[in-house]
């Protein structure tokens, strides 16, 4: 599944390791909550950046003093209709001021990558046959909101007053 950053496609350092499944040498890794929370000062330690994969129920709060020591926190989508990582993603950026990147994973559809960028998703792994061409139409289907969020892009209501 092609990963997206920036609106282009991007190589995935990343290398998923599930369950108890061994670690690689070196390099980058992206390990479950059960995994950081039992292994977090090796993984810390190891050589390469290390990322957390969270279930929709999963909190941020349960990494949130460790986010200095996260290079990314991917969220997990397990279907279209569960949009939990949203609140999560959210929380990520504006209760905890994460930095870091923040990539959308699971039952990622195009018709919410919008959406997703606003709620403070960094990156995005979906599958389609023209993954940057899609992301200028998702990008380009609103220009006015109603809802605040973290992404500084002014409300209909903050445009209205100006």
């Given at each position: 599944?092609?990963?997206?950053k ?25 390990v ?16 390469g ?37 949203y ?12 930095e870091?990147e923040?990539?959308?994973v699971g039952?990622?559809l ?17 599958s ?10 998702a ?22 007053r100006?």
């Amino acid at each position: 599944m092609p990963l997206l950053k920036n609106g282009a496609i991007a190589d995935d350092p990343y290398t998923r390791v599930e369950g108890d499944d061994a670690l690689p040498a070196e390099g980058a890794v992206l390990v479950d909550l059960a995994r950081w929370e039992s292994e977090r000062d090796a993984l810390i330690r190891r050589d390469g950046e290390v990322g957390v994969w969270l279930t929709s129920s999963e909190t941020p709060a349960a990494i949130a003093e460790d986010l200095p020591h996260l290079a990314v926190v991917a969220l997990e989508f397990p279907a279209f209709t569960d949009g939990r990582a949203y609140s999560s993603a959210r929380l990520l950026r504006e209760r905890y001021a994460y930095e870091g990147e923040v990539r959308a994973v699971g039952d990622v559809l195009i018709e919410q990558l919008h959406f997703m960028d606003r709620a403070g998703f960094s990156s995005f792994e979906f599958s389609s046959d023209q993954p940057e061409e899609d992301w200028i139409t998702a990008q380009s289907d609103m220009k006015i909101w109603y809802q605040p969020t973290g992404d500084e892009r002014p409300t209909a209501t903050q445009l209205r007053r100006r």
